[in-house]
């Protein structure tokens, strides 16, 4: 019986150059995921403020065509009850007899964004992010960066 020699083995795993490409390789996608995931994040909390200001438009003209006034309007135990929400803030910091400004305001990482519609329908962003997301007022909400309505 021979006994063969055996070279020694190498242990086995990574080199250092090896994990420190694989590392550098890793925070390069990291760099150029985590914004494209940050901006989806936020269009994805966007329709909370724009169904809310809908659904709160269409109930302040039930609560006119019953009280011929928008004044009252917005507060609990009315057909117009302010809706609650995670990410914005709703208000109506305009009620008078003929008109209503009903508004949405971003709160926490969505404090940055406010949206407001009328009595006449007509939708407007008042604050974007400062990060490519359009120039403000805009006659329209917007929802994506670039200023997409």
């Not at 420190?20 to 925070?27: E, G, L, N, Y």
């Not at 985590?34 to 659904?55: F, Q």
């Not at 990410?87 to 709160?107: E, I, K, R, W, Y």
């Amino acid at each position: 019986m021979s006994h063969a020699h055996h070279a020694p083995r190498r242990g086995a795993g990574f080199s250092l150059i090896e994990l420190m490409v694989a590392v550098a390789i890793a925070a390069i996608l990291a760099a150029v995921a985590v914004p494209s995931y940050s901006e989806y994040v936020m269009r994805g909390r966007i329709p909370e403020a724009t169904n809310g200001l809908s659904a709160l438009r269409v109930q302040l003209e039930q609560y006119y065509q019953d009280n011929r006034t928008y004044v009252g309007a917005c507060a609990s135990g009315t057909v117009a009850p302010l809706p609650g929400g995670v990410n914005f803030t709703f208000s109506c910091p305009t009620l008078t007899a003929t008109a209503f400004t009903a508004q949405a305001s971003g709160t926490g990482s969505m404090a940055n964004f406010v949206y407001t519609v009328n009595e006449s329908n007509a939708r407007q962003t008042t604050r974007v992010p400062n990060t490519g997301w359009g120039s403000t007022p805009a006659a329209c909400w917007i929802v994506r960066k670039g200023g997409g309505c």
